[in-house]
């Protein structure tokens, strides 16, 4: 198996295993990796920031990108990239369906 030290985006892009490649991402760190290849969003509105990662020979990475409303002991608030299907094309569909409900049916009271 490869090393996993000394990742780069460059690397991870070129990896041709797609499993490994999903772990080197992990490790690597999604927002890391979004910065580093100049990926840039492909919907925004008031639930996060949808996401697509293009990755050869296999199908895209498409993630949320969310800010915790609740803050974390320090006061501050916490980031989180939620993978969800390729097919999602708003942000909002994208935390629905981590949900299991439709967009049109994710209408929450209080974001937690």
């Known amino acids: 198996m490869a090393s996993l030290t000394g990742l780069t985006a460059d690397r991870i892009s070129a990896e041709g295993n797609a499993e490994l490649r999903r772990v080197m991402l992990e490790i690597f760190g999604y927002d890391r990796y979004l910065a580093e290849t100049g990926a840039r969003p492909l919907h925004q509105d008031e639930t ?3 996401w697509s990662i293009d990755l050869p ?6 993630m ?3 800010v915790n409303s ?3 002991p320090d006061g501050t608030h916490r980031t989180y990239y939620l ?12 935390v629905a369906w981590t949900f299991g ?3 049109a049916d994710y209408r929450p ?4």
Do not use: F, H, I, M
């Open 83 to 94: 993978r969800v299907p390729p097919s999602t094309r708003t942000a909002r569909a994208g």
């Open 64 to 66: 949320v990108e969310v």
């Open 57 to 62: 020979g296999d199908e895209p990475v498409v």
């Open 70 to 72: 609740t803050p974390e």
């Open 48 to 50: 996060g920031v949808l």
């Open 101 to 103: 409900v439709d967009e």
């Open 109 to 112: 009271q209080k974001q937690t």
